[in-house]
């Protein structure tokens, strides 16, 4: 009697842990990427030299997993869908891009660079709130200032960004409404760099 209940044990917990490795889920893996621009208005050639600094991001979403927010004080995080790479050297390097195709006779530099003399204007960026919640909003919360050539501070922006997810419920949707915000805000960057001007 013994020997058949072992038995039945045995199967019991092969069978139990064959239909765990059948019902298991793949990971899905996402990343920002950068914007395709048109009808960019071009300005004068100075040939800047800019280095964009690693964006910090808060704690809550500097983590493999993609978080989307439930409401104010809850957050979830997706067993299966994350981020294909860090998400602060993601945001920064998709910045870069998007800054090189707007300012086209300007070079872009990411930090870190074995090159740093010469800089004409530093980038700095601290993300705030970067998430969707249960509705698709995405909303980007970011702080960003322009140093020139000595570090002297030349402005200071802290804009929130919004677009929406169509499928909030789809995380190719609620990563694209995110790129959407790292667009604007490359935008907008670009825009005061080109006010801005030659320098030196």
Not at 12 to 28: D, P, R
Not at 50 to 67: L, S
Request: hydrophobic residues 35%.
């Amino acid at each position: 009697m013994t020997l058949y209940r072992n038995l039945f044990l045995i199967i019991s917990i092969a069978l139990c842990i064959l239909a765990t490795g059948c019902s298991s889920k793949n990971s899905e893996f996402f990343i920002l990427n950068t914007a395709k621009f048109s009808n960019i208005q071009q300005h004068k050639a100075c040939h800047n030299k800019i280095m964009v600094e690693r964006v910090k991001i808060p704690g809550y979403i500097d983590k493999p997993e993609i978080v989307t927010r439930v409401n104010l004080n809850q957050l979830i995080q997706a067993e299966f869908h994350r981020w294909g790479e860090s998400l602060s050297g993601n945001i920064s390097e998709v910045i870069t891009q998007n800054l090189s195709l707007q300012l086209t006779q300007d070079s872009i530099l990411t930090y870190p660079r074995l090159t740093t003399s010469n800089i004409n204007y530093y980038l700095t960026f601290k993300v705030n709130q970067f998430d969707v919640d249960s509705t698709g909003l995405s909303i980007l919360k970011v702080s960003w200032s322009i140093y020139n050539h000595n570090r002297k501070l030349m402005m200071t922006r802290n804009p929130t960004y919004r677009s929406y997810a169509h499928n909030p419920n789809n995380y190719v949707d609620i990563t694209s409404a995110m790129n959407e915000n790292i667009t604007e805000l490359s935008s907008d960057v670009a825009l005061h760099l080109k006010r801005l001007g030659c320098t030196r």
